[in-house]
């Protein structure tokens, strides 16, 4: 047997022992769940024996040390007043593969996976599994996605996505039965597997079934063009596009396979998602998950997301809450209205400054290209008082790099020119060539412009506060810090366009990585990636836009990343990421502030299987997703 397909089987019945089995659930008798009860006498549903696949999922809550719960109840949270829908794709954690909490690659959507040699995946769908509108989930899903949508040039103009592709070429896509598909490339693809688990998924498939209605080919041109008449569009591929949504939930008559169905448009007063009848999991005593009937998102104000928590108005909140909210939750929890607990962030670092290595002005991209220029701005960051102000002293001054949790965690790498030494930062400033002017107590850049550099933010609290503190201890060394806030709407495209120099955002998402994470984030990949938006783009569009990586630094991540995804043995991946890690540290192409920062996590105290403490993470973990919302449940009053 292939050593990738032992390793693979391997965690496939380790997932099992942890997970339980079907006929642990049968031997019990699956019973019928009680908001589907009155459907399934008026013969609106079928029986729960009939609505579950052949092999559900089990999950062994009490085996996992939890609390068989009860069914029924409506958790409701508050998702910020432009906030929708979008909220339940990471609470809503189904995946073909997750994470388990042990960040370990197990399959969920999926009865199992085989890989071998790290380049073959087959997968195995469960028999019988269904759509939330009792339609069959088979390979045709995945077909119709391959063949339809993903290779369709007018359905995806940019092209597949950068996990289905190895050197720039796709997988061989086969149909090996109703219940199995396989991809193949010629090198292995490390990326494609965790991509199936992110937070924010990769998705291979489609409700054929629906999807096809919008489509000329299979449902002719008459009824197609009839569609666009009621949808007021011109063209089928945007009425395609329009209603197959699977990330955004903005389309609520397109089927899922998650716990909760969206049952609200974009642009309504609450959002609210119920079970989904034909959910494939189950607790180890038949009962149908998830355990919670409905899930309510509400629109709230930023600035009102604090009291309104204090006053019980959400049952689970993180977003919208922060040290600062501590005085008024703990009287509340005081009071019994809410339970509170603080959770590690599982970031790099909280917040982290990002200079434009893809600048248009050719004189600042010049200096921001200099490691002297950007190791003295990282030494003249006083963290500790930064830590103090902000986070009452509960984070650790730190570069934006792995946490201690990580198995891939380097002690050195969180140092790294993270000590605050303005002495040594005045001696780097020197030795790049710009001068002081002591009229103005600045230096000069190589053009004689006055070293002021503007940074942008999106306008949070805690980053303006970071930045004035910052502002501060960067004149002592002749650097003056302007903030600018652009439109929200404006803050990618300018950075892209390079007119941002710098700016300050959320810092490393994957900061518990595990060998069998992708790495991308290190290294130039995304257009996205506020360091190097050019490079990035050009990674992720195969040459095609962007600009091709000029920097030998950043050049070597991208080599380094090409070798995890190409890497044949576990060795082969850990030898690659701890040499990235390594090199990103050093080059401090972004540079961390204060990590490990505390995060309020209020919830009812009536709602069970939450964690009482434990990392808050998007990636791995899409916040509370990892801690499978699905067995969270509310004791009634």
């Not at 190589?446 to 550099?453: F, H, I, Q, T």
């Not at 002749?478 to 495209?493: C, K, N, R, T, Y």
Request: some cysteine; proline content about 8%; glycine content about 8%.
């Amino acid at each position: 047997m292939p050593s990738g397909v032992s390793r693979v089987c391997a965690i496939l019945l380790l997932a099992a022992g942890l997970l339980g089995g079907a006929s642990g659930a049968q031997a019990a008798g699956y019973q019928e769940t009680p908001y589907f009860a009155a459907d399934v006498a008026a013969g609106h549903l079928p029986p729960i024996a009939d609505r579950l696949p052949a092999d559900p999922l089990v999950i062994n809550v009490k085996g996992e040390g939890k609390q068989a719960g009860r069914q029924g109840g409506v958790l409701r949270m508050l998702v910020g007043e432009s906030g929708d829908a979008r909220a339940l794709l990471p609470f809503a954690y189904s995946r073909l593969v997750v994470y388990d909490e042990q960040y370990r690659l197990v399959p969920d959507i999926l009865e199992s996976f085989e890989v071998a040699d790290g380049r073959v995946f087959t997968f195995h769908l469960r028999k019988g599994q269904r759509w939330s509108d009792g339609s069959a989930f088979t390979a045709e899903d995945f077909r119709y996605y391959w063949e339809e949508v993903a290779n369709d040039p007018k359905l995806n103009p940019d092209g597949l996505p950068p996990a289905l592709l190895v050197n720039g070429k796709p997988p061989r896509f086969e149909v090996i039965d109703e219940t199995t598909v396989r991809y193949s490339w010629e090198q292995p693809n490390q990326a494609f597997i965790p991509a199936l688990a992110a937070a924010v998924p990769l998705v291979i498939y489609r409700p054929a079934h629906y999807l096809n209605q919008f489509n000329p080919k299979y449902a002719g041109a008459k009824a197609v063009d009839r569609l666009l008449a009621e949808a007021k569009l011109d063209s089928w591929t945007d009425l395609h596009r329009l209603k197959d949504d699977p990330l955004n939930f903005s389309n609520p008559e397109m089927p899922t396979l998650g716990p909760w169905v969206n049952l609200s448009r974009p642009d309504s007063e609450v959002y609210v998602a119920v079970r989904n009848p034909f959910y494939h999991r189950v607790d180890e005593h038949g009962r149908q998950l998830p355990y919670i009937d409905r899930v309510v998102l509400i629109p709230e104000s930023k600035a009102d997301i604090p009291a309104a928590v204090a006053a019980g108005k959400s049952d689970l909140q993180a977003t919208g809450l922060g040290l600062d909210d501590l005085p008024l939750l703990e009287a509340a929890a005081k009071k019994g209205t809410i339970r509170l607990s603080l959770w590690p962030s599982g970031r790099g670092s909280e917040l982290a400054l990002y200079p434009n290595l893809n600048s248009a002005d050719p004189v600042w991209r010049g200096v921001l290209r200099d490691l002297r220029f950007r190791r003295a701005l990282s030494l003249a960051i006083d963290r500790r008082a930064i830590n103090a102000a902000l986070y009452g002293g509960d984070g650790k001054p730190r570069a934006n790099t792995l946490l201690p949790d990580s198995p891939l965690f380097d002690p050195d790498t969180q140092k790294a020119w993270a000590e605050y030494d303005l002495a040594r930062a005045q001696e780097l400033m020197d030795s790049v060539g710009l001068k002081l002017d002591k009229n103005y107590g600045l230096r000069r850049l190589p053009d004689g412009r006055l070293l002021s550099l503007l940074v942008a933010t999106q306008g949070s609290p805690a980053e303006l506060q970071v930045l004035r503190m910052i502002q501060e201890t960067w004149r002592k060394i002749g650097v003056e810090l302007m903030i600018g806030a652009p439109l929200p709407s404006a803050f990618h495209d300018r950075v892209l366009a390079g007119v941002t120099l710098m700016s300050i955002a959320d810092g490393l998402a994957d900061g518990l990585a595990t060998p069998d994470m992708d790495p991308a984030e290190f290294a130039p990949s995304d257009e996205d990636q506020l360091q190097w938006p050019q490079w990035g783009l050009y990674q992720e569009s195969s040459g095609s836009k962007g600009q091709a990586i000029d920097l030998p630094a950043a050049a070597q991540l991208a080599t380094l990343w090409k070798d995890w995804r190409d890497a044949g043995k576990e060795s082969d991946k850990v030898k690659a990421w701890r040499q990235i890690v390594k090199l990103a540290a050093d080059q401090l192409f972004t540079i961390g502030i204060v990590g490990e920062v505390p995060q309020p996590v209020a919830s009812n105290p009536r709602l069970h299987n939450l964690p009482e403490r434990d990392f808050y993470n998007w990636e791995p973990g899409a916040y509370f997703g990892l801690y499978q919302p699905d067995v969270f449940w509310m004791e009634q009053k």
